[in-house]
């Protein structure tokens, strides 16, 4: 089965300081894609970051990145100088390539910042 | 421009009734997909479009759930006789979708909000 597992519901940080997320997957492709949505209480899934699986540099987008353990099928997300507008649910998701691009969602996980 | 627009943003049915949700993709854009997010929980897909064509539906829970795409553009998600299971936020998604570009961004909408009681 394809799945995406976030084991942390919810995390907390404070404004500034520096959070990581965590996110494994369990996929027997190999040509795959990962990213990070992230989903304010309006609710409209908004893009952070993807990685290509193919790739072995991590991905940076500002200040966000990843750390993707591709052996150990983890792809975790580092938010560094944390703001209140990143307060969010984060999914973990991973598209197969040859699959249409159906997204597979984690559970999610539920970021507060606190000032 | 625009993003992906839906509606309605909330709909609240009585059991058993049939209801419409609509998704007006980002212009262009080729791909089409509808997801299902129940509360609490990640989305999770229900079927994508490639122009007018359904390429894959195998995300629909049961026969009662029907979507179309007629003319490549505007999405209809369609429930019949709703149940309580089917309360959920649907969520739209579009995407460019050219040629290889299967990995392109996923732009999302709002999300319409199902209250079936």
């Known amino acids: 089965a394809q799945t995406v597992t976030q084991s942390q519901p919810e995390m907390s940080v404070q404004e500034a300081e520096t959070v990581t997320l965590s996110c494994t997957y369990d996929?027997?492709?190999?040509?795959?894609?990962l990213f990070w949505y992230k989903q304010p209480p309006s609710r409209q899934m908004i893009l952070v970051i993807r990685q290509e699986a193919y790739k072995q540099q991590n991905a940076t987008e500002n200040r966000f990145s990843v750390n993707f353990q591709k052996a150990a099928k983890s792809f975790s997300l580092k938010i560094s100088d944390s703001q209140l507008g990143d307060a969010a649910m984060y999914f973990c998701a991973y598209l197969i390539y040859n699959q249409g691009g159906k997204l597979i969602f984690g559970q999610g996980t539920e970021l507060s910042v606190k000032p | 421009g625009a993003g992906v627009s839906q509606s309605p943003r909330y709909k609240v049915a009585k059991r058993g009734q049939d209801v419409a949700l609509r998704c007006d993709p980002i212009?262009?854009?080729?791909?089409l997909f509808w997801y299902q997010q129940a509360l609490g929980q990640g989305p999770e897909f229900l079927t994508y479009f490639q122009n007018e064509a359904q390429l894959d539906k195998s995300g629909l829970p049961s026969d009662r759930f029907f979507a179309e795409r007629p003319e490549g553009s505007v999405s209809t998600l369609k429930i019949q006789r709703t149940q309580q299971e089917d309360s959920a936020v649907y969520l739209c998604?579009?995407?460019?979708?050219?040629?290889?570009?299967?990995?392109?961004?996923?732009?999302f909408g709002p999300g319409t909000r199902l209250t079936v009681t």
């Open positions: 212009s262009g854009h080729v791909s």
């Open positions: 998604a579009s995407s460019l979708g050219l040629a290889g570009g299967l990995v392109d961004e996923q732009y």
């Open positions: 996929t027997s492709e190999s040509d795959y894609y």
